[in-house]
């Protein structure tokens, strides 16, 4: 909306131009985003409690998240808005596809989160919304984007190898399935991650920092053929969901750090995990986003493998899944501890990512 106010209004001032590059508009929705989640956390929490809205707490799990029972949960519900309202404030959302396609993805994904979450608080059922129509409505809502892309004017259906300057493959329709797995996997991955105070919400600002940047760069001509990346015309605007949603987690954090205020709920998860799995597909990076996206990888194989080993031969791998419960089960290391552990490493996974940018 600023950027039309500049257009219509404000030509004759110099000073608002600055209105007219993503770099900027991307910082501001980062501050934005911060100020205002940072603002209304402690209203939505006193609300929550008020309303009985509590996390539901699974009596099969670690013993010492039993004295989480009555935390607050649906956090997730400021982060989405504050990214929908920062998306309206700072961005050509009227013109671009990119915008609109991934605003559209954002709110779907939400919409089934906080359907589990409701379901989960108002029914005090840990288990929420089955999880096969859970499912099922993340593959018909991905399926839908990835139309939305496969047939938007200039869009090419290839994979593209990391650390090889030219290396693609184009894989025709089969992308729009491999598109959806790779969508609905980030979504679950970082639902599943987000299993412990502040788990998941920094390896999230971590991936989505790194795909702002990338985005930005294919959007732009010079950079995307310097880097012999992909070039993703008006995907560059992307970068300020980016920073929107940096900055409404950065805000998340201040009350989700160990012991925690608030939990992020499915409806964050899943609209943050969708989205920075929509944001691999735009930029081509999806082979790379199993090293930057590790942790929900690890996360999200070891509930498959889990589950898979137990049905075969009636026995566990790991002592729960996801993983990040098996190490918490070993006593080897407190929540905290754990917890900066997976920080530190999701660090490592994305410096790592960038260097394979650079050896191109």
């Not at 799990?61 to 039993?66: E, I, K, M, R, S």
């Not at 892309?149 to 090419?156: A, R, S």
């Not at 979504?187 to 987000?194: A, E, P, R, V």
């Not at 390896?203 to 990346?229: C, D, E, R, W």
Request: aromatic share 14%; glycine share 8%; proline share 4%.
């Amino acid at each position: 909306m600023l950027l039309y106010l500049k257009l219509w209004y404000l030509q004759s001032v110099p000073q608002f131009n600055v209105l007219t590059y993503i770099t900027f508009r991307t910082f501001m929705a980062v501050f934005t985003g911060f100020i205002l989640s940072l603002i209304v956390y402690p209203y939505f929490i006193a609300y929550l409690k008020r309303i009985k809205m509590e996390q539901a707490i699974r009596t099969d799990g670690p013993q010492a998240h039993l004295a989480k029972a009555g935390t607050p949960a649906m956090g997730g519900v400021i982060i989405l808005l504050s990214v929908l309202v920062n998306i309206f404030l700072w961005t050509d959302f009227l013109k671009n596809f990119w915008i609109q396609s991934m605003t559209l993805l954002i709110v779907l994904f939400g919409l089934i989160g906080y359907l589990d979450d409701w379901l989960k608080v108002s029914k005090r059922n840990p288990q929420g919304l089955a999880s096969r129509w859970k499912f099922l409505m993340q593959v018909v809502f991905a399926t839908a984007f990835m139309l939305l892309l496969y047939y938007h004017k200039g869009f090419e259906p290839t994979l593209v190898v990391p650390i090889f300057k030219s290396l693609t493959f184009d894989i025709g329709w089969w992308y729009i399935p491999f598109g959806v797995l790779v969508i609905v996997g980030t979504s679950n991955g970082l639902n599943f991650t987000d299993g412990m105070d502040g788990l998941a919400i920094v390896p999230t600002m971590i991936s989505m920092l790194l795909l702002a940047i990338i985005v930005y760069l294919v959007g732009h001509a010079a950079f995307a053929n310097y880097l012999h990346m992909p070039l993703v015309r008006g995907a560059g605007e992307l970068a300020i969901i980016g920073g929107a949603t940096i900055g409404a987690a950065l805000a998340f954090l201040w009350f989700n750090s160990y012991p925690a205020s608030i939990f992020m709920g499915d409806t964050g998860a899943l609209s943050l995990g969708a989205m920075i799995g929509a944001f691999t597909v735009v930029t081509k990076t999806e082979l790379l986003s199993l090293i930057f996206n590790g942790l929900f990888v690890v996360e999200v194989l070891s509930v498959i493998l889990q589950v898979a080993f137990f049905k075969t031969t009636g026995r566990r791998i790991f002592r729960m899944a996801p993983i990040h419960h098996h190490f918490e089960l070993g006593g080897n290391a407190t929540e905290p501890k754990l917890i900066v552990r997976f920080w530190i490493l999701s660090i490592l996974l994305a410096l790592l990512s960038i260097a394979t940018i650079k050896v191109r």
